[in-house]
Nanobody
C-alpha cells in the first residue's frame, strides 16, 4: 500500500497550510495514520496521530503543536488531513505520513509503531 503526502510549501509565520495523506486501498478506514516531521540535523519527531475508524478515530498531538494543528480523516476520500495554523519557523521540516493497521498503538507518536511511510512533503515557514 502506498501513502502519498501533498500540500507542503512556503508560508509566512502565522500562516496556515493543510497537508493531505492519501492511499489507494479499500480498507483505508482500518489504518491509523501518524504525522511525523524531520528538520535538518534533527531527529524525526511525531506530530500527531489519528486512530482507525473502528477505534473511534482518536487523536493525539505532540505538545509542540497542540492547539495549532488539527488532524482529521475523510474515509470516503481515503485521505487524512493535517491542518496547521499559526505556523512558526520552528515548524519548518519535511513532513511524513505513516500508517499501520495495528489498532493497539502504545506509543502513537513513535515511528516504530508504523509500517508504511510516504515520501514526505517540505514545509517551510519563513518571512
Amino acid at each position: 500500500v502506498q501513502f502519498v503526502e501533498s500540500g507542503g510549501g512556503l508560508v509566512q509565520p502565522g500562516g496556515s497550510l493543510r497537508l493531505s495523506c492519501a492511499a489507494a486501498t479499500y480498507d483505508f478506514d482500518y489504518y491509523a495514520i501518524g504525522w511525523f516531521r524531520q528538520a535538518p540535523g534533527k531527529e524525526r519527531e511525531g506530530v500527531s496521530c489519528i486512530s482507525s475508524s473502528d477505534d473511534d478515530a482518536k487523536v493525539v498531538y505532540a505538545d509542540s503543536v497542540k492547539g495549532r494543528f488539527t488532524v482529521s480523516r475523510d474515509n470516503a476520500k481515503n485521505t487524512v488531513y493535517l491542518q496547521m495554523n499559526s505556523l512558526k519557523p520552528e515548524d519548518t521540516a519535511v513532513y511524513y505520513c505513516a500508517a499501520t493497521q495495528n489498532s493497539a498503538l502504545i506509543s502513537p507518536l513513535k515511528d516504530y509503531e508504523y509500517d508504511y511511510w510516504g515520501q514526505g512533503t517540505q514545509v517551510t515557514v519563513s518571512s
